[in-house]
């Protein structure tokens, strides 16, 4: 019987990390401090600012459908930001962290402006964080959290829904749909045909995206999966560049040349650069 605790986890974050640099891969999942016994996170402005705008948009599936829309977002969100302001959000100076507060003021406006998928049922999977076996024989678990799942009644179906808070289009090589397609099916039931991202920061509209292939899918993120688990087993974990602009900022924390700024919520050390 394949055991979870003694599993390789995988999940969209650390698949990019991994393809990026191997380096960048351990010093963000694997490192731990030895003074600390925590593993070690960077900061800064584009993820806070993501954080805040996920937090207010995903945290509505809590409420009643019909009661979601009533909610003040505005000041939910100004709430939120309290948590990331600051240098524990990453921002160095007032005027930068300003910029950043009203774009997200800008993309919570977005959503109140267009509140239809708000206003449709969706459904919740179980656990907080859906995971299931990519592979019981290799023992490796893939996982993740999908931001919104809307309930299609016609077909009872569902779509996949993404928020997007960053500038730039999600490449169409990403992982990120193939992985999310496969959590849909092994953590739920309903059949999946549809998948959409918002640019939340650019568009009103939702961006339909083909959904990819099932096999096709679980083959590519086992392959990097399993070169995952080889490498932890081996404990090779080279940059290959000797240095690249993945790894290189956690190195500065490893050095001591990053300021650190508090533990955060998934009791990280969390540090500047």
Same mark, same amino acid.
């Given at each position: ?112 402006? $267009?509140? !239809? ?7 919740? =999977?179980?656990?907080? &964080?859906?995971?299931?076996?990519? #592979?019981? *024989? ?29 500038? $730039?289009? !999600? ?7 193939? =992985?999310?397609?496969? &959590?849909?099916?092994?953590?739920? #039931?309903? *059949? ?52 690249? *602009? ?28």
């Amino acid at each position: 019987m394949a055991d979870k605790f003694k599993a390789t986890w995988v999940s969209h974050s650390s698949i990019g990390d991994f393809l990026q640099c191997p380096r960048l891969y351990y010093l963000h999942n694997v490192y731990k401090d030895p003074n600390t016994g925590r593993k070690i996170n960077i900061v800064n402005p584009y993820m806070s600012l993501g954080i805040a705008v996920h937090d207010i948009l995903e945290g509505l599936t809590e409420f009643k459908t019909e009661e979601r829309m009533n909610r003040d977002l505005i000041e939910m969100f100004k709430e939120r930001w309290k948590s990331v302001s600051g240098k524990k959000g990453g921002f160095k100076d007032e005027e930068t962290e300003k910029k950043f507060f009203d774009r997200g003021i800008k993309m919570i406006e977005t959503a109140i402006r $267009n509140p !239809e998928i708000f206003l449709d049922k969706t459904i919740k =999977i179980k656990e907080d &964080l859906p995971h299931y076996w990519l #592979s019981e *024989k290799d023992e490796i678990l893939l996982c993740g959290k999908i931001d919104w799942i809307r309930y299609i009644p016609e077909d009872d179906s569902v779509h996949i829904i993404d928020f997007k808070t960053g500038k $730039n289009k !999600e490449d169409d090589n990403s992982l990120q749909l193939p =992985i999310y397609v496969l &959590l849909m099916k092994n953590c739920q #039931s309903r *059949k999946t045909t549809g998948a959409f991202y918002w640019y939340l920061d650019v568009d009103d509209n939702l961006t339909e995206k083909e959904l990819p292939d099932i096999e096709e899918s679980h083959n590519k993120i086992l392959d990097v999966a399993l070169k995952i688990k080889n490498a932890r087993e081996k404990k090779e974990f080279t940059c290959p560049l000797g240095g690249c *602009k993945g790894c290189e900022p956690y190195e500065k924390i490893i050095r001591g040349e990053a300021e650190y700024v508090g533990v955060g919520v998934y009791k990280q050390d969390q540090y500047i650069i």
